[in-house]
């Protein structure tokens, strides 16, 4: 059974930074592309960042391009989204998802789904 466990979330200051983790299991990691996405209150989900396979491919959407990074330990079955310079429009719940395919930026074609874990950041 697929697992994709979520990690990090918290509440932070404008202007401070967060490390979230995504832990999978019960798939061949290394042959997942893997994404975070995110969703606000009242808002509809948004695609934030993915990488691809290998780690040699990634993508970012362009509100949060230039302070968030992804990254993937395909030893240690982990996706990582390094969040600085956080701002209050990024408050939401952040979610992981595996993809078959080697990368993607849609969601739709995302086969698994972590629970989410929570972000704040206050003014």
């Known amino acids: 059974q697929v697992q994709l466990v979520e990690s990090g979330g918290g509440s932070v200051q404008a202007g401070g930074s967060l490390r979230l983790s995504c832990a999978a299991s019960?798939?061949?990691?290394?042959?997942?592309?893997m994404g975070w996405f995110r969703q606000a209150p009242g808002k509809e989900p948004e695609f934030v960042t993915a990488i691809s396979s290998s780690g040699g491919i990634t993508n970012y959407a362009d509100s949060v391009k230039g302070r968030f990074t992804i990254s993937r330990d395909n030893a240690k079955n982990t996706v990582y989204l390094q969040m600085n310079s956080l701002k209050p429009e990024d408050t939401a719940v952040y979610s992981c998802?595996?993809?078959?395919?080697?990368?993607?930026?849609?969601?739709?074609?995302?086969?698994?789904w972590g629970q989410g874990t929570q972000v704040t950041v206050s003014s």
């Open positions: 998802a595996a993809t078959r395919r080697a990368f993607t930026i849609i969601s739709g074609l995302y086969n698994y």
């Open positions: 019960g798939l061949t990691f290394s042959n997942y592309g």
